[in-house]
């Protein structure tokens, strides 16, 4: 190595361990980090009742033209036609919801039933 290097890399040296020796003041106290913001609380949609027994009443009618178009083919299952009066007793009582859920599922059976001609009746 060249001398001048060797005078450098000793000033650096000496420079690194009087900074180490410097640097015995008290450590820094960090402040803890603050909580995460809380999820934004989701405003609850406003169900508009007009709107949701309009609703019911038209899944009623879905529901009853497809239990006769079942109940035409001689396909109705016991279960649809239930779930119907349900759906109708739901509106008299006006509970869409409970409408709304009977109707699906008197549709839903009775579509089933239908489907159920496109099978053999026996194997």
Same mark, same amino acid.
């Given at each position: 190595?060249?001398?001048?290097?060797?005078?450098?890399?000793?000033?650096?040296?000496?420079?690194?361990?009087?900074?180490?020796?410097?640097?015995?003041?008290?450590?820094?106290?960090?402040? !803890?980090? !603050? !909580?995460?913001?809380?999820?934004?609380?989701?405003?609850?949609?406003?169900?508009?009742?007009?709107?949701?027994?309009?609703?019911?009443?038209?899944?009623?009618?879905?529901?009853?033209?497809?239990?006769?178009?079942?109940?035409?083919k001689?396909?109705?299952?016991?279960?649809?036609? /239930?779930e119907?009066?349900?759906?109708?007793?739901?509106?008299?009582?006006?509970?869409? /919801?409970?409408?709304i859920?009977?109707?699906?599922?008197?549709?839903?059976?009775?579509?089933?039933?239908?489907?159920?001609?496109?099978?053999?009746?026996?194997?």
């Open positions: 190595m060249v001398p001048s290097m060797l005078a450098r890399l000793r000033v650096l040296g000496f420079a690194a361990v009087a900074l180490a020796a410097g640097c015995t003041t008290e450590p820094v106290q960090v402040a !803890p980090a !603050p !909580p995460p913001p809380a999820p934004p609380v989701a405003a609850k949609p406003v169900i508009d009742e007009k709107a949701r027994a309009e609703e019911a009443k038209a899944m009623l009618a879905q529901a009853e033209t497809d239990v006769q178009r079942a109940r035409a001689r396909a109705l299952w016991l279960k649809a036609w /239930e119907l009066v349900a759906a109708r007793q739901a509106v008299a009582g006006n509970d869409a /919801e409970g409408a859920r009977h109707s699906r599922q008197a549709s839903e059976f009775a579509q089933l039933g239908l489907e159920q001609l496109a099978y053999p009746a026996v194997k």
